[in-house]
């Protein structure tokens, strides 16, 4: 089986290091340094590299781990991503240190957003994050919720390894959105404790994101009720503003309006 640990880089970056004996992979090495500090310390031999995006803080150091390396790379194959030598799209598979890995397209965050997933374990970049997901850069409502379902539908003990902490930030604006769930009111506690001891809150558990995410849950009453509140507020606010229906009760309208109210929390 694979060993998964986390490297940390910048202010809240989690670049993961997938392990077999002495073989290893990272994902998402925005910084090179503290990634070779590892490897040397583990005394570990880097065969290959995986990118969710291309966004710098998850490919930054790339090309110095590919030099000193030769490590095979496997990114997006439709996004520019530095000494990649092997371009994947959505559905493919690839051996990761004996494990088949299979390679799902989450588009939303960036357009060519990939994501990893082998049985029991999911490696989505910025596309989920604990009570949260990634910012819409390059993709529409529409795309990132059909990824968020693509991400729902797998087991529900699925293991989630994100590219960021950000879940405590996250949970504040959750609780805006759903004051009166109890599991998400119980979840505001476990990870208030595990930051005050240091320990991250990731990985994330599918089923518990199915509890607590707002944006796994525009079908639920609660959130459909609190997005059109939300978009109807703004459309008060700006009454010219474009293509927000406050009577549109779909999964993403509902998306697009938590979204927004999002990016302004
Ligand atoms: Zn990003
Ligand atoms: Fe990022």
């Given at each position: 089986?694979?060993?998964i640990?986390?490297?940390?880089?910048?202010?809240?970056?989690?670049?993961?290091?997938?392990?077999?004996?002495?073989?290893?992979?990272?994902?998402?090495?925005g910084?090179?340094?503290?990634?070779?500090?590892?490897?040397?310390?583990?005394?570990?031999?880097?065969?290959?590299?995986?990118i969710?995006?291309?966004?710098?803080d998850?490919?930054?150091?790339v090309?110095?781990?590919?030099a000193?390396?030769?490590?095979?790379v496997?990114?997006p194959?439709?996004?520019?991503?530095?000494?990649?030598?092997?371009?994947?799209?959505?559905?493919?598979?690839?051996?990761?240190?004996?494990?088949?890995?299979?390679?799902?397209?989450?588009?939303?965050?960036?357009?060519?957003?990939?994501?990893?997933?082998?049985?029991?374990?999911?490696?989505?970049?910025?596309?989920?994050?604990?009570?949260?997901c990634?910012?819409?850069?390059?993709?529409?409502?529409?795309?990132?919720?059909?990824?968020?379902?693509?991400?729902?539908?797998?087991?529900?003990?699925?293991?989630?390894?994100?590219?960021?902490?950000?879940?405590?930030?996250?949970?504040?604006?959750?609780?805006a959105?759903?004051?009166?769930?109890?599991?998400?009111?119980a979840?505001?506690?476990?990870?208030?404790?595990?930051?005050?001891?240091?320990?991250?809150?990731?990985?994330l558990?599918?089923?518990?994101?199915?509890?607590?995410?707002?944006?796994l849950?525009?079908h639920?009453a609660?959130?459909?009720?609190?997005?059109?509140?939300?978009?109807?507020?703004?459309?008060?606010?700006?009454?010219?503003?474009?293509?927000?229906?406050?009577?549109?009760?779909?999964?993403?309208?509902?998306?697009?309006?938590?979204?927004?109210?999002?990016n302004?929390?």
């Amino acid at each position: 089986m694979l060993e998964i640990s986390f490297i940390p880089a910048f202010k809240d970056n989690y670049i993961w290091l997938l392990t077999r004996g002495k073989r290893a992979f990272v994902v998402d090495p925005g910084d090179a340094a503290p990634v070779q500090a590892r490897l040397e310390a583990g005394g570990l031999m880097l065969e290959g590299i995986l990118i969710t995006h291309h966004h710098a803080d998850h490919q930054g150091g790339v090309a110095e781990l590919k030099a000193r390396w030769q490590a095979e790379v496997y990114a997006p194959g439709n996004e520019s991503i530095t000494g990649c030598s092997r371009p994947l799209s959505g559905g493919e598979s690839i051996d990761v240190l004996g494990q088949k890995v299979t390679v799902m397209a989450v588009p939303g965050h960036t357009l060519g957003h990939l994501a990893y997933y082998a049985p029991g374990v999911l490696l989505c970049g910025d596309t989920l994050f604990g009570a949260g997901c990634g910012r819409l850069f390059e993709g529409t409502p529409a795309q990132m919720s059909a990824s968020l379902d693509s991400i729902a539908a797998l087991p529900d003990d699925t293991l989630i390894y994100c590219a960021h902490e950000y879940t405590e930030m996250n949970l504040r604006f959750a609780l805006a959105v759903e004051p009166n769930n109890q599991a998400l009111q119980a979840r505001v506690a476990k990870v208030a404790a595990l930051r005050a001891a240091g320990l991250p809150s990731v990985p994330l558990i599918l089923a518990e994101e199915k509890a607590t995410n707002p944006f796994l849950r525009c079908h639920e009453a609660a959130v459909v009720e609190a997005g059109l509140q939300h978009a109807a507020s703004c459309l008060l606010g700006h009454a010219a503003q474009q293509g927000t229906d406050f009577e549109d009760r779909s999964k993403t309208a509902i998306f697009a309006a938590i979204r927004s109210w999002r990016n302004t929390f």
